[in-house]
């Protein structure tokens, strides 16, 4: 029953840079690992970044050097700093909490929409 809200997307030309937002349950983030993950149309769900409640982080790959996670205990929130975007950046953004480093723990919010242009 945790509530989970995904904001910031928009459109960006690729190569420019966007951070989206996460806003949890009050007290959830301040204890919790959390996540970022994307889906694209026509793709699964894919994890993109987590951080602990230590602020340790990890990322996939693909996102390495160009995306940063972090949080915000006192406000409960999680963001994603993405630079650099390309065009296969593309995908609506969601967060969850998670049994580290990648594994989901609760329903999915509705995630907000990162859109890079060519």
């Known amino acids: 029953q945790v509530q989970l809200v995904e904001s910031g997307g928009g459109l960006v030309q690729a190569g420019g840079s966007l951070r989206v937002s996460c806003a949890a349950s009050?007290?959830?983030?301040?204890?919790?690992?959390m996540a970022w993950f994307r889906q694209a149309p026509g793709n699964q769900r894919e994890w993109v970044a987590s951080i602990a409640s230590t602020r340790s982080t990890t990322y996939a790959d693909s996102v390495k050097g160009r995306f940063t996670i972090s949080r915000d205990n006192a406000k409960n929130t999680v963001y994603l700093q993405m630079n650099s975007l390309k065009p296969e950046d593309t995908a609506v953004y969601y967060c969850?909490?998670?049994?580290?480093?990648?594994?989901?723990?609760?329903?999915w919010g509705q995630g907000t929409q990162v859109t890079v242009s060519s």
């Open positions: 009050a007290s959830i983030t301040s204890s919790v690992p």
């Open positions: 969850n909490g998670v049994l580290w480093p990648s594994r989901p723990r609760w329903d």
